[in-house]
């Protein structure tokens, strides 16, 4: 009997392309360190392995990048599913 299944999405079924959310959103001055901060931080990794809630990033990135609080909000409130995108010859 199969009791668990697990996937890897991460560039096997999925791309991770932060850089689509970056250059729709994110002003150009404010890009690398929303980069360094954000997608780059362990606290992203916190976010990966379900350890830290989208409220709780939200404030700590908001403090890390105070003038980007408006696209952080939006990334996870609206449009976490824009960094992601279907690797179709693998789906």
Same mark, same amino acid.
Do not use: H
């Given at each position: 009997?199969?009791?668990?299944?697990? $996937?890897?999405?991460?560039?096997?079924?999925?791309? !991770?392309? =932060?850089?689509?959310?970056?250059?729709? !959103?994110?002003?150009?001055?404010?890009?690398?360190? $929303?980069?360094?901060?954000?997608?780059?931080?362990?606290?992203?990794?916190?976010?990966?392995?379900?350890?830290?809630?989208?409220?709780?990033?939200?404030?700590? $990135?908001?403090?890390?990048? =105070?003038?980007?609080?408006?696209?952080?909000?939006?990334?996870?409130?609206?449009?976490?599913?824009?960094?992601?995108? =279907?690797?179709?010859?693998?789906?």
């Amino acid at each position: 009997m199969i009791k668990n299944i697990i $996937f890897d999405l991460g560039n096997v079924l999925v791309k !991770y392309s =932060p850089e689509n959310f970056l250059n729709k !959103y994110v002003k150009k001055e404010n890009q690398e360190d $929303f980069i360094i901060n954000i997608f780059k931080s362990k606290d992203w990794l916190e976010l990966d392995r379900g350890t830290l809630s989208y409220e709780d990033a939200i404030e700590v $990135f908001t403090k890390r990048v =105070p003038e980007e609080k408006e696209s952080i909000e939006k990334l996870f409130r609206e449009n976490i599913s824009s960094c992601i995108s =279907p690797i179709e010859e693998n789906v």
